[in-house]
T-cell receptor, first 115, second 113 residues
Framework: AQSVTQLGSHVSVSEGALVLLRCNYSSSVPPYLFWYVQYPNQGLQLLLKYTTGATLVKGINGFEAEFKKSETSFHLTKPSAHMSDAAEYFC?????????????FGTGTRLQVTL | EADIYQTPRYLVIGTGKKITLECSQT?????MYWYQQDPGMELHLIHYSYGVNSTEKGDLSSESTVSRIRTEHFPLTLESARPSHTSQYLC????????????FGQGTRLTVV
């Protein structure tokens, strides 16, 4: 079975500073990895995903993540935080198990951006 | 543009009432999911479906039930609501092809008083 661990339930950065949200996964087969963002009282919106190929993936709003198989990690970064980035971020993993493939989410990281 | 809709967005209802949370998608996706999320907490999968007439229990036990009579529709029902059911319920769908992400509705925030 797959699992996801997000280190740090709360991360606070200053506006303009680097954003780094950590995600490690566990999977017995090659995973597909996702980052979602959730704004208050909203559903989840896909930021970016890794399937195959290039290990550095770029997403919306200036975010990117790098798949590192040796470290079983998929950390999310953004060079310069903006106030509008304040939200809850979820890392998720999916694997193909025959007819089924389910998304398993991490516990989420709340990003706070301060002036 | 993802087209998955949940109604109502907000619901306050008394204990013992029967409720149905609606979820519809216009993308033709075979797979649909219901997640439960308490405020500031992680998402827990409570039900999923691979297609019409297919429903499965998720990782978190739930007193709710679901049905999948049509591809586009995946309603969730609580026969007798209780305060412990107060939560946010998120519906999602995905294409059965590998590696495609799930698209989420905006959620229904349920409060049982």
């Amino acid at each position: 079975a797959q699992s996801v661990t997000q280190l740090g339930s709360h991360v606070s950065v200053s506006e303009g500073a680097l954003v780094l949200l950590r995600c490690n996964y566990s999977s017995s087969v090659p995973p597909y990895l996702f980052w979602y963002v959730q704004y208050p009282n909203q559903g989840l919106q896909l930021l970016l995903k890794y399937t195959t190929g290039a290990t550095l993936v770029k997403g919306i709003n200036g975010f990117e993540a790098e798949f590192k198989k040796s470290e079983t990690s998929f950390h999310l970064t953004k060079p310069s935080a903006h106030m509008s980035d304040a939200a809850e971020y979820f890392c998720a993993v999916s694997v193909n198990t025959g007819t089924a493939s389910k998304l398993t989410f991490g516990t989420g990281t709340r990003l706070q951006v301060t002036l | 543009e993802a087209d998955i809709y949940q109604t109502p967005r907000y619901l306050v209802i008394g204990t013992g009432k029967k409720i149905t949370l609606e979820c519809s998608q216009t993308m033709g996706h075979d797979k649909m999911y219901w997640y439960q999320q308490d405020p500031g907490m992680e998402l827990h999968l409570i039900h999923y479906s691979y297609g019409v007439n297919s429903t499965e229990k998720g990782d978190l036990s739930s007193e709710s039930t679901v049905s999948r009579i049509r591809t586009e529709h995946f309603p969730l029902t609580l026969e007798s609501a209780r305060p412990s059911h107060t939560s946010q319920y998120l519906c999602a769908s995905s294409d059965p092809a590998l590696a495609t992400e799930a698209f989420f509705g905006q959620g229904t925030r349920l409060t049982v008083v």
